[in-house]
């Protein structure tokens, strides 16, 4: 836990692995009565982000962070990390945060969310019992389709999935996402990052196919939904590939998702849709090199003060 932030378990309805809570994050420099950023972490993920929340304080906004169920610090000793069936499961602790943020701030709110986060997000803000108090919302890097080569692989395991979780609930894939990624991210490695492996970890974890089918299910849903009506910022890399081994360009593309992929569906998630590319971003635009993720907040405060006028 950072000093800097305060850190509120959030206690949920069980579920079918029994206890479950989330964690609310605030930085201790909030002050109420202003806009605020709620800010959604991506799949093998957590909030360790405090430049980011630096970046928003500074300009004036009040920061939060929700660390969702079976993450970082929400994650319970009985549960399978990441693991869901239904992305629906994240309204309980989104609507509760939403409801906190805006009896302090009595404000607009704005959710931040990356990649999963983003997809969660984008979802929430269609069917969320809270959704009316926000009012923006800025996807990192969103993960609106999988990115799995080749193709054919990618489309049996969406189809596969369903039947398998039914018969094995926590069947799953390891090494589901390339550990090429968080070694370019952490200070130990190639990156300049200091996180929590134990949250984090250079292996990953399993994919599980019921998470697998519930990402699917809401991607197709996200799709087939009317555009939302708020103004959305959408961030993504300038360019991105899949590495087979550890050089260079992983520190300046998206090696996770596919970019162009991102903006053509991105495009349709709102009539009022902002796409914006960061030159030599990484897949979190916040944990690129420092001119691409200066970019990148630039791109966001400039975006706040046209939508004012």
């Known amino acids: 836990m950072y000093t800097d932030f305060n850190y509120q378990t959030l206690k949920l309805e069980d579920d079918y692995e029994g206890k479950v809570i989330a964690t609310l994050i605030s930085d201790k420099r909030n002050v109420g009565n202003r806009p605020s950023i709620l800010y959604i972490h991506g799949f093998i993920d957590y909030f360790f982000h405090t430049h980011v929340a630096t970046a928003f304080v500074e300009k004036g906004f009040d920061f939060y ?116 990624y968080p070694q370019s991210l952490h200070k130990d490695y190639q990156g300049e990052w200091d996180f929590n492996l134990k949250y984090k970890p250079i292996e990953g974890f399993p994919a599980y196919f019921s998470w697998i089918h519930a990402i699917s299910k809401a991607q197709k849903q996200i799709k087939n939904l009317p555009p939302l009506q708020l103004p959305v910022l959408l961030l993504h890399s300038d360019k991105s590939f899949i590495p087979k081994k550890n050089i260079e360009k992983v520190h300046t593309a998206d090696i996770v998702l596919n970019s162009q992929k991102m903006c053509v569906i991105g495009k349709d998630l709102s009539h009022n849709t902002v796409i914006k590319s960061i030159t030599d971003a990484k897949h979190d635009v916040f944990l690129s090199k420092k001119q691409s993720r200066e970019m990148a907040f630039c791109a966001i405060f400039d975006w706040f003060q046209k939508i004012k006028k």
């Not at 809270?130 to 996807?139: A, G, N, P, R, S």
């Not at 890097?141 to 990115?147: H, M, R, Y």
């Not at 692989?153 to 979780?165: E, H, N, V």
């Open 65 to 180: 962070a929700l660390e969702l169920r079976k993450y970082g610090h929400s994650l319970l000793p009985h549960q399978h990390p990441n693991y869901c069936r239904n992305i629906e499961e994240y309204f309980e602790e989104i609507s509760l945060a939403l409801n906190h943020i805006f009896n302090q701030c009595k404000s607009s709110i704005s959710l931040l969310g990356h990649s999963t986060g983003g997809l969660i997000a984008t979802f929430y803000l269609h069917k969320g019992n809270k959704k009316q108090l926000v009012d923006k919302l800025i996807l990192n890097s969103p993960f609106l389709e999988f990115n799995t080569q080749p193709k054919i692989i990618q489309i049996l395991g969406i189809l596969l999935s369903k039947p398998i979780s039914r018969i094995f609930p926590y069947a799953g894939i390891n090494n589901a996402v390339n550990p090429i």
